[in-house]
């Protein structure tokens, strides 16, 4: 058998989750059969289903090349005027009605508006002050930058194809961003060799304008790296890029009942040339050490970052609940970031034995916390990371178990309140539970099944179906999918805001449909729960360097403007023919989903 991409159907039927018996309908279904299976490098995560249930050799293949959004239509007509403002603030009062109009037809109103939580009309918008005006078109440029600079997945991948010198400037760009000039990028891309795209750089370095990009100090203060050694490092990944050929070789391999050499599954971007080449048996991480020693900071980082944003948005109070989602997709790539912000929400720290793996995760003394409390965290698992780290699943049902014991007041301790309050309810069996997916050797919230089937009147409808597939909790010993929806019910009515994690540009939140069956369907679900109280959504986007959690409607907007609104996203699918047609279909039932 031959799977040409991720996703097939054998490896989630029904069956043990771990280890397949000769009841799991994969086992049945494939016998000795050998799978070749070929699978998208950067989802290592899913990749360990099809081994582990569909027993798939895999071999990897690479991600389109990476483009910038770009500005089109109004957006590009926008930041023209924009810049004749910036050039000549005198002129400002000559281009109200021509700025205010293209964003009125942009529909860029809600995404930048003139006064925060006020509508305008164009008419009331260009009827500001001037300075007023002025303010709100230097916040209108940095969105438009943004979008302009947003990354995405240009068209599909050709199997066993090298790039084009082009699509390795893509790759390159994308991945050194500002660290290297698009001219010593361009020349690495031709083939013009190192010596070559050193004299670029030091043309790009005599021009003012290029100067800050290049020496520019970086947020966290560390030494900058020698931009010799990054053309080096550039002319290599291109060398392996180029290596796309090995696909071919690689399922020719295995066919033939050969060695497949490995190569650790990852993303470009984030994991570096490390997951290159292609063409090769991919594997994950090892998951008696997650988090990782920069996971744990960079989740850390950002969870803080949540509880700072929800601070000022919520006259300086804390949540009691946060939802967290763990994915097995991200949890990998990132080495755990996931965890590691429900470690921060609930002020703890791994501890590590003497080999190196993490053999508990402890209680931070609230006298090291900084007067804030104990975060209460709602903990939705994919059905992969329930299975793949079980290890993980235990330590944090046990780090659940003795907050909720600890003796501490109730406004530093929110698990603890909550348990309580159950506990006072009679539920005593389950009051500390926070780790909840569906039920076991099951996978999916049915949600996206409901939407693409238009089986469903409201959003309401939808987060009950949520909560029905998702009320099986799990943990240490026989807590293994037992039934707890009392205990979900009362963590989704005191949850103020659900957090999920972004792995990679080629699917964000907009491009499958798994995000608006848990995250949409989860927020719905807690909004049912509350009674119709708003519940925020954070997004994290650990594709990138930089740790910004953003608001979920922020994000969707950024998504579609740099995506299915965008003419260059749709041309370069369209290209692609009954494949990029398909992509395209599938956004739109992610719109609707949304």
Known sequence: L????MHGTVEWLPGSPLGNTGLSWSDVLLGPLPNVYLYAANNPSESIIAKRRGYGTIVSHNVPPYGRAGLYK????????IADVRADPGSVHNLKDAIAGNVEAAGLQAD???RAGVETSAEETAAAEDEEFLAWCERLHGYLQTLENRLFSEGLHVLGAAPSSSQVAQYLGAYYGDSLPQEAVDVLAEGRGVDAARLALEAAWKQPAALPAVSAAPAVQQAAPDPLQLLQEAEDIRALLLRNREELSGMLRALDGAWVPPEAGGDLLRDGPGVLPTGRNIHALDPY???????????AQAAAA???????ANAGAYPETVAINLWGLDAIKTKGESVAMVLHMVGARPVKEGTGRIARYELIPLSEMNGRPRVDCLCNMSGIFRDAFQNVVELLDDLFA?????????HMNYIAKHARALQQQGITAGASSR????????YGSMVNERVGAGNWENSAELGDTWAARNAFSYGKGGERGVARPEVLQSLLGSCERVVQEIDSVEYGLTDIQEYYANTGALVAAAKNARKGKAVGCSIIEAFGKKVEPKELEEVLRLEYRSKLLNPRWAQAMAAQGSGGAYEISTRMTALLGW
């Open 2 to 5: 031959i799977h040409f991409g």
């Open 74 to 81: 109004q957006l590009s007509i926008l930041r023209d005027l």
């Open 112 to 114: 930048c508006p003139l």
């Open 289 to 299: 050490r997650m988090p990782g020693p920069a996971a744990e900071a960079r989740g």
């Open 306 to 312: 949540i509880l700072d944003a929800h601070r000022a």
């Open 402 to 410: 003795r907050a909720a014991a600890a003796d501490e007041p109730e």
């Open 435 to 442: 780790l909840f997916s569906n039920p076991a050797g099951d």
